[in-house]
């Protein structure tokens, strides 16, 4: 244990990590009221060091949107659009597969895609999209579908989540997207997402995918209206449902973007906020393997310094990003594989290529220089610029 930790009241919550011991929802909350992001971090990293040792993860993928019409109007978002809106777009299933031709040349192993909830686009076109997708290459995983979606899609196929799922799934459906999940607590969702699913319909959507036999990621999205109480009872859900399916393969934390839509925030995410979000994050989901810092929403300098703070994966090249640019994001639309590697490289870790489930499939070799000198001297020249605000 380093003086810092040594010195710190937390330092019975790093006793407890350090032996693998579950902390509870008001240790979490105590994280959370600290300033003590120093020692929140030695923690995380005590925890990520025991699962994912000094390996680090990125996928090579690319993001689709389908369409951005939706009939939901959440106070949130800055993407949806309805139909009378001259910004709006509808991509055909051809145009899919032609973004797809030519990202598979980049060598891409994931398609990421999403939308709004389309007032018109039958059933049919979901599926049809998925087989076309498989047969422009049977490798490439689909990484498809929020929980409203679903919820969305049986309602047009008039079937139950469960007869949805397992349709999609035979059509090429490989994983759910985490998206949607926002903050759990009903008084939230309906000032932030008025008229989106439930937290149980969100929880019962990703149940019923894993007892299918389907993984997918869980999200957050924080710094908006919700209370630090309010994300220790939102990681709790998810903690809950993963110690019932272990259907989990990672968690984004995602910060709120506050330009382009209905919502008045004024202090939007701090680096402070964000790495400790991230850390209290890794320390309390003990039950989910991977934490991504995802870079789009909060840069990939932060993102580096969260490989210090319990993120193991700094998320994908991704190509062409639209949600959270068109609410205000300022990083670039893509990252290039050699930018992933050096990023991860820089901040002290060994770079992973990994696929859709975390899996490795690229290890690269570490640098002569040791994790611990290449992950200090990051975190002491980023820090400084990025925790400004906090």
């Known amino acids: 244990m380093n003086f810092v930790v040594e010195r710190s009241l937390l330092r019975d919550l790093y006793y407890k990590a350090a032996e693998g011991e579950r902390i509870s929802e008001a240790d979490a909350l105590r994280l959370f009221e600290s300033k003590?992001?120093?020692?929140?971090?030695?923690?995380?990293?005590?925890?990520?060091q025991r699962k994912n040792e000094n390996r680090a993860s990125y996928i090579i993928n690319r993001y689709i949107n389908y369409s951005n019409y939706c009939i939901l109007s959440c106070q949130f978002c800055a993407f949806s659009r309805k139909k009378r809106d001259k910004d709006g777009f509808e991509l055909s299933v051809e145009q899919i597969v032609e973004k797809?031709?030519?990202?598979?040349?980049?060598?891409?192993?994931?398609?990421?895609?999403v939308g709004g909830l389309h007032p018109s686009?039958?059933?049919?076109?979901?599926?049809?999209?998925?087989?076309?997708?498989?047969?422009?290459d049977p490798r490439l995983q689909l990484k498809c579908f929020t929980a409203i979606e679903i919820?969305?899609?049986?309602?047009l196929a008039k079937k139950s989540a469960r007869e949805t799922l397992v349709e999609l799934k035979s059509a090429g459906l490989d994983s759910l997207t985490g998206g949607g999940a926002e903050i759990f607590r009903k008084e939230v969702r309906s000032e932030i997402a008025k008229g989106k699913e439930s937290a149980e319909e969100y929880l019962d959507v990703h149940r019923t995918w894993h007892q299918l036999g389907g993984r997918s990621t869980c999200t957050m999205l924080f710094g908006h209206v919700e209370t630090l109480a309010d994300r220790v009872d939102h990681l709790r859900y998810?903690?809950?449902?993963?110690?019932?399916?272990?259907?989990?393969?990672?968690?984004?934390?995602?910060?709120?973007?506050?330009?382009?839509?209905?919502m008045q925030v004024r202090n939007v995410p701090s680096g402070f906020d964000a790495l400790r979000t991230i850390a209290i994050s890794r320390i309390y989901l003990d039950n989910i393997d991977h934490i991504t810092a995802y870079w789009v929403g909060m840069g990939m300098k932060l993102a580096q310094v969260a490989l210090s703070y319990g993120a193991d994966d700094i998320h994908g090249t991704i190509i062409e990003e639209h949600i959270f640019h068109m609410a205000g994001a300022k990083s670039p639309q893509l990252q290039t594989e050699a930018e992933m590697v050096k990023a991860i490289r820089e901040a002290g870790r060994t770079p992973v290529q990994r696929n859709t489930f975390y899996e490795p499939l690229k290890v690269w070799e570490p640098l002569q220089a040791t994790a611990e000198t290449a992950g200090s001297s990051t975190k002491s020249s980023l820090l400084e610029g990025n925790l400004a605000t906090a």
């Not at 003590?36 to 990520?48: E, F, H, K, Q």
């Not at 797809?100 to 895609?113: K, W």
């Not at 919820?151 to 309602?155: K, R």
């Open 238 to 262: 998810l903690r809950m449902l993963q110690d019932e399916t272990h259907g989990f393969t990672g968690f984004i934390a995602l910060p709120f973007q506050p330009d382009n839509n209905f």
């Open 121 to 136: 686009l039958p059933f049919s076109y979901y599926t049809d999209m998925l087989r076309a997708l498989k047969q422009l």
């Open 151 to 155: 919820l969305h899609l049986a309602w």
């Open 100 to 113: 797809a031709r030519e990202a598979l040349a980049l060598g891409i192993t994931e398609l990421h895609i």
């Open 36 to 48: 003590d992001l120093n020692t929140i971090g030695a923690i995380a990293d005590v925890v990520r």
